[in-house]
Structures are given as C-alpha cells and as structure tokens.
C-alpha cells in the first residue's frame, strides 16, 4: 500500500492548470515538427422529427492543434471542409473567423480561429507543456443525411494561417482526421514588425481596435475603419460585434449606438457588480451592440463630436475619390467585469460585422494582435502618442451566396431602336405572393421611353412594342429587375477615328445617394479613353489593369436625388433622380476594335462600389430600322392617351 507521503509526493510533481485538456495529443504527433491538426468525431444521434430526405442528426467532434514547431503560433486559424449541411451551434475556445455569431451554418466549410487562447507557444520555451501548445476545440452541431453507423466526416482540414503548407490529411479509421503543417519556405510576408505581434496585413477595409487609455475597470478604445478598396464604399454604415466578457459600453464619442438600452445590465450581473453606478446614463449594456455614424452638424459638439474624421452620416470614400474621406473614427469607453479588473486585461471584442446601404457585402476576419498603433500628439509637439494596445479586423468584399446586386445595366445603339433592358430578377425576385409574373423568362426588349417611367408602369409601352416589331409575349411577363439602381449604357457613335457613348444613371430608390460615383471596366477600349463631358472622370489601375473609367458628379452636380412623384401624382408616374453624360473614345493604337460587336460596351460596372448585373447579350444591327418610327410614334401616342384616361 503506498503511503500518504508517498501520493503526495507523486501529486506535487505533476503540474496542475485550470485549462488543463482532458485529451493527450494523439500518438501520430510525436513524428510532426509542424503544427499537428486532427479532427475526431465522438459521437452523434438521430434528432426529430424523423424526415425521409432530409434526415438532421447531432454531431459531436474535437479539432486538435498542436504546436510542434520552433516558432510560436500566434492568432491560430484552422480550416474545417465541412460537407454535410452542417449547422454548428457550439464551439469550446473557439470563434468563427468570418464574423458569424453561433448557431451558423458552415456547410461550405469554416475557418476557425483561436479565442480566448490565440496564441500557442513551443515545447522549447514551455518545456513541453502541453497545456500552452495545444488547443481542443469541442464541436456540436446538426448535421443531415449521414446516418451510424457512417460517419460524418470533413473533406479536408487545414492551418489557415499565412505561411504554411499543408499536405492532404491522412483517415485513421473512419472517425478521425490529420495532418502535419510546415512552415512554407518561400513565404515573405510585405510587412515586417517585432516579433511580440503579427504583420498587419492588407484589405478591402480595415478596423483599427485601439486601447488608449486604461483603468483597473474600464478603458478608452478608439475605433478606425479604412478604406483601402478604389472602388469600395459605405453609405450608412452600421458596425457591430460581440462583446465576450460582458462588457458595456458607457459613453461615446464620434457615433451612437443604434439602440441606447442599459436594461441587460440593470438585471445583469453588471447592475449586481456596480450597485452604486447610475446606469440611466449608460448608452448600451447588449451582447452584440449596433454602432451607427453622427451627422456632420455633431462634429464640433463638445459632447459627441471633436473626434477626426468623425461624423459623416456613415459615408466612407474610396481614396481614389477623395483620401480626406476615406476613414472614420470613433471613441467609447468601455466597462469591464470581474476577473478583469486590472489594467492589463484587455480583451477585443469578436465577430466583427459592417455593411452599408447599396454598398459590396464585406466579411470580416477576427480581431489579431498587432504593434500598438502611433498617433499624432494631440497638444500640436512634433511626437507621437502611442496605444496601449491594438488589434486589427481585415474586411475584404465578399459576395454571400444567394445575394442579388443592388444595381443593373441596360444596353442601347444607335443601330437598334429597342432597350436591353436589366435581366429579370436582376436583383432579386419579387418577394409578394399575389404578384403574378415570370421568374424565369429573359426580360423582353423595351422601347427607349420606357426607361423614364418605372416598371409597374412599362406594361403597355413593352406590349405595344412587340406587336410593332412582331414579337411573341410570354404569358405571365417577365418580373422586373427591382434594383434600385440602373444605368443605361447607349452605343452613340461610331466613325473611323473614334467613338462615343451616352450614360444615364436612374436612382428607382427612395434614397439619395450624396458624393456618388460609378465605374466601368472595359476589357479592349479603355485605352482610348478620352474625357466626359457632363462629369468628372479618370482612369484608375485596379490589379494591374488600366481599364477602369471612374466617373462622379462634378461640385453642384455630385448629389443623385431619389425616386419623387411626377407633376401629376394622380396620372404621372414617379420620376427618378437621373445624371447623364457623354463619353468619348479614340480608336488610335488600338488594333481590331470592334465597338458594335461587343468592344463598346462595357464588361463590368460598378455603382457605389456595388458591382451591377449585365445584361446577357448585346443590340443587334439586323433589321434594326425596317420599321417606320411615325408608326410607333402614332402607336405610342394612342397608348399614352389610354393609359392617361384611366
């Protein structure tokens, strides 16, 4: 029997630690000098209700990552190829990378990245810790169609961090995944900095998190989004995210939660820790607060403004339109909870999310650790004040599956007298029921006046069109494109030397749209690019590409009003706010152009950094003019009488 003395000696000589994994690191990753990933599926039953075709099951797995190299590994992230329909509902020391707050589906597979343990240290400075090398990450969900005793298993598991290579994982058995990662010898990255933080790294759009002051129980963060994108913009923007630690936000300076609400923490556990604070006062206590921009008339508000590059009614730039207006900041100070009150414990919040009004749809990546950031000082001396600390969010354009555009084009020639107009359903369907109309049916050609009434009330210009060009209707027609955006792109001439076109923009929306701007992208002809008469317009280089026409308002005219009622609100349509110009182009040096066959017209556009849906097929010249225009114009006139007489 062995003594007391004898347990305790044994007892004292193991290490103990509150995070301690249940797991020991599987056998396998003694032979990996790498990082070491697995992915093992522990179990699973069968959930109600029982469905023939669509079976949902729960799933229970672990994801392994192991640190066996010499190098620490900071802000981890691991890609899991999930298959199955997977829908995740939980995740121990783990976060999704994408922004998305649990439950989410991840189908289509997933990144995930560390948190609260971002970082995972080497054998060599912890002597072979396991508890500092390696994480365990408990995955449940629901997943569908695989039935025991098969097993639902990812396609591919990967380390998602920059600068290491992975080689397809190896199956041991059926229930269980893994891989060896090595470092990537010929990866350099573009920024190098000390190597306590990660590079800061490039994107359509970053978030700066900067703590520049702080207390044992609170902190001031200032917030900095960037545009780096020439064409990406945010109108309206709203920013949000979760707070992990039960954090809340007091007060504000530079923007304004979207709902001021301090009742989750007058019956939290914030009201019960700070009894003596008067929380009336407190603009937000929700998990995941919504931040939205101040008007420009609060910028020298001693109370909410004097913030930089504050309070722009959510408008960011591109910096090819203006750099000035290309960033917003904002200041808050935030309340902390137990066990963090201390100075140093300072935790960013996660899942960052932004979005704007007509503007890319932007995912945005987690929160990692970078050198803190410098500032100018704000007495005026010729030195920088640096954070505390810093940590930067990365937000590059994204198009989520199963969006619509939020924008459309339309093609026109001098050689066809009808419209190409935007594709049906350009953006998106119409979501009433009682609404009968095709879905399916390719939008049909138009004449030149219907783009000036909205499309409830193109009807009987479009019927009366095709029995003037002899045209089979489908029945029901087409539904409408319904974008509140669209561009006319009309081929005006063609001669030897040169060419020219004519764009309209239509704003169908009930919003205005100040400092606005599109772009086009044209594959052959934008070398001969010219000028623009009723707008300003440059080139820009976009990946390497001189093939972008940049065009905005000129001062006085770089407002796009939105829809407003005709001179008759009773009879008239609604009118839409309109900006059109002429653009010029040379065809000198450029060999083969084919303006009519296709080279004339543009291959993408862009409004508002949203990029439009193109029509499917360009105006034909064939047996464009075989019909008399008096004709149509009496054809028309009689079915403006009717539809005025109604």
Known sequence: MPTLLSILLILTAVPFSSSQTDVAPSPASDACNGVFLSYSYTGGSQLPPVNATHQAYRFESTLTVLNNGADELKSW??????????????????????GSSLPAGVGNGTVFAGYPATDLKTAIETAGDVTQMQVQVTLVGTQFGVKSPDVPMPTNISLANDGFVCPKPTLQGKSEMQVCCTKDTNFKANITVGDDFLSRKN???????????????????QVTIANHNPLGRLDNWKLSWDWMREEFIYTMKGAYPYVVDSSDCIFGTQGTYYK????STVLNCEKRPTIIDLPPTKANDSTLGLIPNCCRNGTILPP??????????????????PPDLNRSALSPPQNWQINGTLNPDYQCGPPIRVSPSQFPDPSGLPSNSTAVASWQVVCNITQTKGSSPKCCVSFSSYYNESIVPCRTCACGCPTSTSQTCSTTDPAILLPSEALLVPFENRTALALAWAELKHRTVPNPLPCGDNCGVSINWHLYTDYTRGWSARVTIFNWDETSFPDWFAAVQMDKAAPGFEKMYSLNATMLEINGANNTILMQGRPGLNYLVAETDGANPQKDPRVPGKQQSVVSFTKKNIAGINVPGGDGFPTKVFFNGEECALP?????SSGSQSFSNIVYSALLAAVLFK????
């Open 320 to 337: 090819s339109m203006d750099p000035s207006k290309s960033t917003s900041v904002f200041q808050m100070q935030v309340y902390k909870m």
């Open 276 to 279: 003596e604070m008067d929380f």
């Open 203 to 221: 994107g359509d759009l970053t978030i700066m998190y900067d703590v520049i002051r702080t207390y044992d129980s609170s902190y001031w963060a």
């Open 616 to 620: 499917s097929f360009y105006p034909t």
């Open 643 to 646: 539809l005025t007489q109604r």
């Open 77 to 98: 992230m691991v890609f899991v190829g999930f298959q199955h329909d997977e829908l995740l509902v939980s995740a121990s020391n783990a976060i999704l990378a994408d």
